[in-house]
């Protein structure tokens, strides 16, 4: 059964980088058709897709959070990363990472990492 | 804001059926068949209910039906459980390679 799990720092300092990692077990980052993304969900909110990885590493945001995300795998690893640069209060939530299929659905989950932006 | 809209909060007695809605636009919901829908228990990961408009997942009950007409998909749960009492969120793929995600629907049943 896949696993995804992920892991980071559970408090970062506002204008910093929020930096998380996601570790997939019994699958691989390789798999064709396989994309493996972020999404979060503020606290007492609606989740948003923050971006995707593909297979072939070829990489898709959220255009009105591009210009600060970036993906990047590890297949040594199996992991996949998120980067956040500049956050603010409005970058805490619970951050999801995930698996889709074609990018049409999500049908894996990880528990979820709570990120809390504070100084 | 939220690119799809569905209402806030929907509820209903046990063994009734239910309807939440889902609208989006001629770029995402009404351009493709796309639409997946997302259970959420509190404190709980989503779990994909439906994809594809109208497929269930392998271990999905059967209670649960998805449909779309033009930019409106529709997520139907029928004989209602105490166990469906959840945050219900639908998602679609959207022009320019992304995916977008309504504003979620409480359902409480009664």
């Known amino acids: 059964q896949l696993q995804l799990q992920e892991s980071g720092p559970g408090l970062v300092k506002p204008s910093e980088t929020l930096s998380l990692t996601c570790t997939v077990s019994?699958?691989?980052?390789?798999?064709?058709?396989?994309?493996w993304g972020w999404i979060r969900q503020p606290p007492g909110k609606g989740l948003e897709w923050i971006g995707s990885?593909?297979?072939?590493?070829?990489?898709y945001y959220n255009p009105t959070i591009n210009s600060r995300v970036s993906i990047s795998r590890d297949t040594s690893k199996n992991q996949f990363s998120l980067k956040l640069t500049s956050v603010t209060a409005a970058d805490t939530a619970v951050y999801y990472c995930?698996?889709?299929?074609?990018?049409?659905?999500?049908?894996?989950w990880g528990q979820g990492t709570l990120v809390t932006v504070s100084s | 804001q939220f690119d799809l809209t569905q209402p806030a909060s929907v509820s209903e007695s046990p063994g009734q059926s239910i309807t939440i809605s889902c609208t989006g636009t001629?770029?995402?919901?009404?351009?493709?068949?796309?639409v997946s829908w997302y259970q959420q228990h509190p404190g709980k990961a989503p779990q994909l209910i439906i994809y594809?408009?109208?497929n269930r997942p392998s271990g999905v009950s059967d209670r649960f039906t998805g449909s779309k007409s033009d930019n409106t998909a529709s997520l139907t749960i029928s004989g209602l459980r105490a166990e469906d009492e959840a945050d219900y969120y639908c998602?679609?793929?959207?022009?320019?390679?992304?995916?977008?995600f309504g504003g979620g629907t409480k359902l409480t049943v009664l």
């Open positions: 995930a698996r889709h299929t074609a990018m049409t659905r999500t049908d894996y």
């Open positions: 019994a699958g691989s980052v390789r798999n064709n058709n396989l994309f």
């Open positions: 990885i593909s297979y072939t590493g070829s990489t």
């Open positions: 001629s770029s995402d919901v009404g351009a493709y068949n796309y």
């Open positions: 594809d408009v109208t």
């Open positions: 998602s679609s793929y959207a022009t320019g390679d992304t995916v977008i």
